[in-house]
């Protein structure tokens, strides 16, 4: 049973593009958890998906960032617009059930130029 | 609501002594924990977890945690430290809705 996979691994973007950054859980889980950890410091909880739903997306930017989890595909994070502070390694994750064990991806480590 | 606090930002041991790395939880009831691991520029991994179901919890490469509810406590143990334990951990509230929020963890160096 594969783990989770993210893709890419790494991501480099000018200021103003967009970031598209892949999660596919693994197989039998349809809840998804994405994670952004900004240099030096923890891992902040993002959004909170299950399939076609966004359960939670209270630690969200406001603005230029959205996620989906269609009921076919990886989960996707967008991100419009990038600014130097994105630059971050965003981390998925995914479990059975909302109140079961997350089990994370390698992570995407956004570069903003 | 359940938090945790990870009582030191930084651990230093020598390679072959013991490893302590302490979490104190607080909660309203009986809670679930994990640990997690993160090497640097990885990902991270799940060490071991407490459910209720045995106070010592066995996990991955020799770490142990023992949950005591006198104590409050879930602090992660391992014999005999090795180069390779050198990372990040996390000790993580878990159970109900799984919003987790990782603190900034406890920075493992391991000299030689």
């Known amino acids: 049973n594969a783990g989770v996979m993210q893709n890419p691994r790494h991501l480099v973007r000018r200021r103003g593009q967009e970031a598209r950054l892949r999660c596919s859980p693994m197989?039998?889980?349809?809840?998804v958890y994405w994670y952004r950890q900004l240099p030096e410091e923890g891992l902040k909880f993002m959004v909170y998906?299950?399939?076609?739903?966004?359960?939670?997306e209270s630690g969200m930017p406001k603005e230029r960032f959205s996620a989906e989890f269609p009921k076919e595909g990886p989960s996707i994070l967008r991100i419009q617009q990038v600014v130097r502070g994105d630059s971050a390694a965003y981390f998925c994750?995914?479990?059975?059930?909302?109140?079961?064990?997350?089990?994370f991806g390698p992570g995407t480590r956004l570069t903003v130029l | 609501a359940q938090s945790v606090t990870q009582l030191d930002s930084h651990v230093s041991v020598s390679e072959g002594t013991p490893v302590l790395l302490r979490c104190n939880y607080s909660?309203?009831?009986?809670?679930?924990l994990f640990w997690y691991v993160q090497h640097p520029n990885k990902g991270l991994q799940l060490l071991l977890k407490?459910?209720?179901?045995?106070?010592l919890v066995k996990g991955i490469n020799g770490f142990e945690a023992e949950f005591k509810k006198s104590e409050t406590s879930f602090h992660l143990t391992k014999p005999s430290a090795h180069m390779s334990d050198a990372a990040e951990y996390f000790c993580?509230?878990?159970?109900?809705?799984?919003?987790?929020?990782f603190g900034t963890g406890t920075k493992l160096q391991v000299i030689p």
């Open positions: 998906l299950q399939k076609e739903n966004i359960i939670d």
């Open positions: 994750a995914s479990s059975t059930g909302q109140s079961d064990t997350q089990y």
């Open positions: 909660s309203s009831y009986s809670p679930s």
């Open positions: 407490y459910t209720s179901a045995a106070t």
């Open positions: 993580v509230p878990g159970g109900g809705y799984q919003k987790v929020t």
């Open positions: 197989k039998g889980h349809s809840h």
